[in-house]
């Protein structure tokens, strides 16, 4: 019995060694440690031996397992590591990462009007809205814009024919805010505005603008002053040069354009125009006061000021673009610089 356990114990140890994948090894390991495999068969066959022989054969038998096993596991553990190593063989670490579907983002006008919405917010100011589609009352009349007046030409504003309007600036969202609500008024309104403008490097026939409105008492150029020059900042860097330049608009009254001039700026050496603003016509209350039926906005109680600016514009002076174009092509090689 002896000798039969030490010729098992080799002829395991050499099956073992010779198996040269995983399946070769489980035949080896249920031949001889399986459950009807030759060490079981002997330990069966130990209750056939006389009380003298039986501890020697037992204790042999026990190390002849434990030696099996071991060389199994040794074997086990060899093999799964040369796959391991052979699979990471054929991986060429240095080639580039498999492109994941390519990630969109905001269009950068949309990222310039969150980042403007954003700077008033913390200001007090609301969102207002107002269609693109307009009247005459809200984008000239109740504007203090008469009827003569050349922005009311055919050939500067795309008319409808049943007589209404593309509006041709977001002023109207003033009228539609102060129709709406009693002062006081804090608002911006980003929107489309359209002319019947000649499209080339820096005009579109649409274009993005954002208005803003303040109403209430005790307001002065003062806080315009402030407001604008917060924001411009703000969105230009805080070593911004702002120059408030005397203007005309039918329904501000001092009006002003303002200019921003700053060296970080493509284009910057030289003052940029960015926006038009001034304190509200005491003429444009009137008219809203005579749509709403009351006297809410009394100008003897209430002043406010009025501004706005062209989106795309900003985003032309902040990304250094050289044509508005850019901004509605919607040219992927472009657009994936702003992500
Ligand atoms: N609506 C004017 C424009 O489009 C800008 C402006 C808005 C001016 C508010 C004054 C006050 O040019």
New binding site residues.
């Given amino acids: 019995m002896l000798t039969e356990l030490d010729q098992l114990q080799a002829a395991a140890l050499a099956d073992i060694a010779a198996a040269d994948d995983a399946p070769a090894l489980e035949v080896a390991r249920v031949r001889y440690l399986g459950r009807q495999g030759t060490l079981s068969a002997l330990g069966e066959r130990m209750k056939t031996l006389s009380k003298e022989e039986r501890p020697a054969a037992g204790k042999k038998l026990n190390e002849v397992r434990t030696a099996v096993t071991a060389a199994f596991d040794a074997a086990a553990q060899g093999l799964s590591a040369r796959a391991e190593s052979s699979a990471l063989v054929s991986v060429d670490v240095t080639l580039p990462g498999t492109p994941l579907l390519p990630i969109g983002a905001l269009h950068p006008l949309t990222q310039l009007q969150d980042r403007a919405v954003q700077i008033f917010r913390r200001l007090g100011f609301a969102l207002a809205d107002g269609p693109d589609v307009d009247d005459e009352f809200h984008c000239f009349d109740a504007l203090n814009t008469p009827a003569d007046h050349p922005a009311r030409n055919e050939q500067d504003t795309f008319y409808l024919p049943d007589g209404r309007l593309l509006r041709?600036?977001?002023?109207t969202v003033?009228i539609r805010a102060m129709e709406t609500q009693p002062p006081p008024v804090r608002i911006i309104a980003p929107g489309a505005?359209y002319r019947r403008d000649e499209v080339d490097a820096s005009h579109l026939a649409q274009f993005n603008?954002m208005?803003?409105l303040v109403v209430d008492e005790g307001i002065t150029l003062a806080d315009l002053k402030g407001t604008l020059e917060y924001f411009l900042r703000e969105l230009f860097g805080a070593k911004t040069a702002i120059r408030f330049r005397p203007h005309f608009?039918p329904?501000?009254e001092p009006?002003f354009e303002i200019d921003v001039k700053s060296p970080a700026l493509r284009g910057g050496e030289r003052w940029l125009e960015v926006?038009?603003?001034?304190l509200v016509d005491p003429a444009v209350y009137d008219q809203v006061n005579q749509r709403r039926g009351d006297q809410a906005y009394d100008s003897e109680k209430y002043t406010g000021f009025?501004?706005?600016?062209g989106l795309d514009r900003l985003a032309m002076i902040l990304l250094g673009l050289p044509d508005i174009r850019l901004l509605i092509e919607n040219d992927v090689r472009f657009l994936e610089q702003f992500k």
Avoid: N, R
């Avoid at 041709?168 to 002023?171: K, L, R, Y």
């Avoid at 926006?275 to 001034?278: E, F």
């Avoid at 009025?306 to 600016?309: E, L």
């Fill in positions: 041709t600036h977001t002023s003033q505005a603008q208005e803003g608009f329904f501000t009006s926006c038009g603003c001034g009025a501004f706005g600016f």
